[in-house]
Each structure stands twice: as C-alpha cells, then as structure tokens.
C-alpha cells in the first residue's frame, strides 16, 4: 500500500463510564443481542438533546475502552482512501442516504490492518469541506464493551 499510515490515522477513544445513544423505533432493535454487524449511534454530546430525527429511545453505557477512527478528519479520509480505493470517501456522497456509509463501514470492519477499531466516530468535523451527521459506529466485535443503560 503505497504511503499508507495506519498509525498516522486520527482515532478518539471512549472510555468507561461515556454515553451512547440510540433512537431506532422497534424496542427489539435496541437490545445489544439484536445488533447487526454495524449499528450507528450518536456521540455522547447528545444525550439529553432530541435531534431532526426525533428523540433518542436507547441509552448505553461505555464499559471498557473503544477506539474509534476518526472520519471528520479529511487526512484520515485519505488514508483509508490509499488502503481502501474501493469506496467513495466523499462526505457528502456517504451521508446523502444511499450505500456509501454502509459499504465504507462493511470495508472498515471487515479490513485485516483495521481489527484493533471498534468502529468510528464523527463528533466535530475538523475540516470545512466535510460534512456529515455526528455519529458513533459500532462493529459487531466491540458490542462487550458497551451495556445498555435504559430504554426510553
């Protein structure tokens, strides 16, 4: 991979005690056990703050250290870009609802120099030309280290 940095690529940590949320309408969606492969959250700014998508129904609990790649960062972008050139890094193309976001977390989760994230994390966007929804990104292997708090 040519000038590839795994270590270079900005990543935030979670660490015991934070708060994630959830706001899905099926109550069953939001027992961790029922989780798919990828499941989206919003950072822990917003908790008590209801967002254009209505209020948020799930509340979790960080139990132990997540580390999460930083995707508000365009240098961050463009590494993954080099590692993965499969997949479009545009902003704006990945949260317009399509596939994109879906298809770039599949490629994150499932890419072997990637294994030590527990997912990613967009909660400010460093860069002007990015924009996106605040979110947390959870895989299917980090969903230990997370409990659920209560439901609304």
Request: hydrophobic fraction near 35%; charge should be negative.
């Amino acid at each position: 991979m040519e000038n590839f940095n795994l270590t270079e690529l900005t990543s935030r940590c979670y660490v015991r005690g934070d708060i994630i949320t959830s706001r899905k309408t099926d109550i069953t969606h939001l027992y961790i056990k029922n989780f798919k492969d990828i499941t989206w959250f919003r950072p822990r700014d917003y908790v008590q703050v209801p967002d254009s998508y209505g209020l948020f129904t799930g509340f979790y609990y960080v139990n132990s250290t997540l580390k999460l790649i930083d995707l508000g960062s365009t240098y961050t972008r463009s590494q993954l870009q080099l590692l993965m050139p499969e997949v479009s890094y545009d902003a704006d193309a990945q949260y317009e609802g399509g596939n994109s976001n879906l298809l770039l977390h599949t490629l994150i989760m499932t890419c072997p120099e990637l294994s030590d994230y527990d997912g990613t994390i967009i909660d400010s966007i460093a860069d002007e030309d990015l924009q996106g929804a605040e979110e947390v990104v959870l895989f299917r292997r980090s969903y230990t280290k997370i409990g659920l708090l209560h439901i609304k």
